[in-house]
Each structure stands twice: as C-alpha cells, then as structure tokens.
C-alpha cells in the first residue's frame, strides 16, 4: 500500500501540525486539498468577511503551488458558508477572478452553523499536471 503523500505550504506547516492534519495529499496525479479558511499567518480568522474570503482563495493558492498546480489545475470545489444569501454576492465576486473563463470547475456550496470561528471555506480537488 502506498503511503499518503503530504503536501505543506511554506512557512504554514505549524498549524497543520497543531492541529493534526495535512495541507493536502498528493495520490497519483491527483491533489486533494483540506478545506481553507481565510486565517491569517498566525491561523487567527481575518474578521473582514471579503478579506476572509480573499485569504482563504490565497492560502489555496499557497497550498497548490506547493503541489506545483495552479487554479487552472482545478477539478472540483465545494465550499462551505455560514450565511450563503448575505454572502453569496462577495464570495462570486472573489470567485469570478480566480476562475474568469470556460471550463469552470464542479462547485458544491453548502451551508453551515459552525466554522471555528470563520465565514468561509474553501476545498479541491486538483489534477498536479505532468513535468515535461
């Protein structure tokens, strides 16, 4: 059996760590990425919910450049929302500039009561692409 590959970001191992959990795992050419939240260096939640949602799209692009993909390499996302109707409008506007064009990736939103203290966030699943 092959043993689960782990991918970090740089400089955000530590709160992985402290919490048990890896960034994403490499399996084949496939990156399955743990949900991201809009915390700041420290791991503390951006109280500015656009800024939130921002962070959280940043720290996905932290996690995937770890992995070499980008957004491009993006397969599916489902995202999770404390109050979608009040915050649909800022998270489509985010959301409309990492993936500006055709073919959009799957997207599942789902609603929820409790996300330790963030609003949003974000997981993936990427295809890493191959290294000429």
Request: charged share 20%; glycine share 6%; with cysteine.
């Amino acid at each position: 059996m092959t043993k689960r590959q782990a991918v970090f970001p740089e400089n955000r191992h530590a709160l992985y760590e402290a919490h048990g959990y890896s960034a994403a795992i490499r399996s084949g050419d496939l990156l399955f990425v743990s949900g991201q939240v809009g915390s700041r260096e420290d791991g503390s939640p951006e109280p500015d919910f656009a800024n939130q949602v921002q962070r959280a799209f940043d720290n996905l692009s932290n996690v995937l450049k770890a992995a070499g993909c980008t957004f491009d390499d993006i397969i599916d996302v489902t995202t999770f929302h404390t109050d979608p109707e009040a915050q649909f409008e800022t998270i489509m506007g985010v959301k409309s500039k990492v993936f500006p064009q055709t073919p959009y990736p799957n997207w599942t939103a789902v609603g929820v009561n409790w996300l330790a203290g963030f609003d949003f966030e974000i997981k993936v699943i990427a295809r890493i692409p191959q290294v000429a």
